[in-house]
């Protein structure tokens, strides 16, 4: 069964500085990967997704992640946080298709606070 | 077009009263889910339907019932609420399971059971 982990509960950072979000994950085989954002009193919004090829995803708003498969880890980063990134941010997994036509399976989140 | 839409957006119940939650997507996807989210719980999933008359229990399905009412329409019920599901739910759909596509989640609707 394929699982996530998000290890920070809450990640701080300064206006302007780099910001990253952890993320790894447990599936056999090549997993689907997907970041997601939540904005206050609101649904789920898609960030990025990993599916095949080039490493390095870059999504909305300026967010990129890094499928790394020696470490199964998928990082959201962003080179300059503002402070309208402030929000929960959930990864994501998938087993691959031939594992079965299995959903999405979410980490407990992330609370990212980004600070004037 | 107006994505996914849940029906109400908030709901005071008590205990053993009955509701259904109401969710549509006009995007012509195939599959469905259910989700509720807690406080350090994340999103979990009750129920998903995988296509047009088909429906699977997820990680966390009981107390709850699903009825996938047509492609458009998945609703949700709790036929005797307990205050444990006390939570906000959210509906999503996608284009199909036997594809890696994303998923796209509606507005939610917070429940508070007392």
């Known amino acids: ?116 | 077009n107006a994505g996914v839409t849940q029906t109400p957006k908030f709901q005071v119940l008590k205990t053993g009263q009955s509701m259904t939650l109401q969710c549509a997507q006009d995007m012509n996807h195939n599959s469905m889910y259910w989700y509720r989210q807690d406080p350090g719980m994340g999103l979990r999933l009750i129920y998903y339907s995988a296509s047009e008359g088909t429906t699977d229990k997820g990680e966390v399905p009981n107390g709850y019932n699903v009825s996938r009412l047509n492609k458009r329409e998945f609703s949700l019920r709790l036929e005797s609420a307990a205050p444990s599901q006390t939570s906000v739910y959210f509906c999503a759909s996608s284009a199909g399971l036997a594809s890696p596509d994303t998923q796209y989640f509606g507005p939610g609707t917070r429940l508070t059971v007392l």
């Open chain 1, 1 to 116: 069964a394929q699982s996530v982990a998000q290890p920070e509960d809450q990640v701080n950072v300064a206006e302007g500085n780099p910001l990253t979000v952890k993320c790894t994950y447990s599936v056999s085989g090549n997993p689907y990967l997907f970041w997601y954002v939540q904005y206050p009193n609101r649904g789920l919004q898609f960030l990025l997704k990993y599916i095949t090829g080039d490493n390095l995803v870059k999504g909305s708003y300026g967010f990129e992640a890094e499928f790394n498969k020696s470490q199964t880890s998928f990082h959201l980063k962003k080179p300059s946080a503002l402070v309208s990134d402030s929000a929960l941010y959930f990864c994501a997994v998938r087993a691959p298709l031939h594992s079965g036509n299995t959903p999405l399976v979410f980490g407990k989140g992330t609370r990212l606070s980004v600070i004037a």
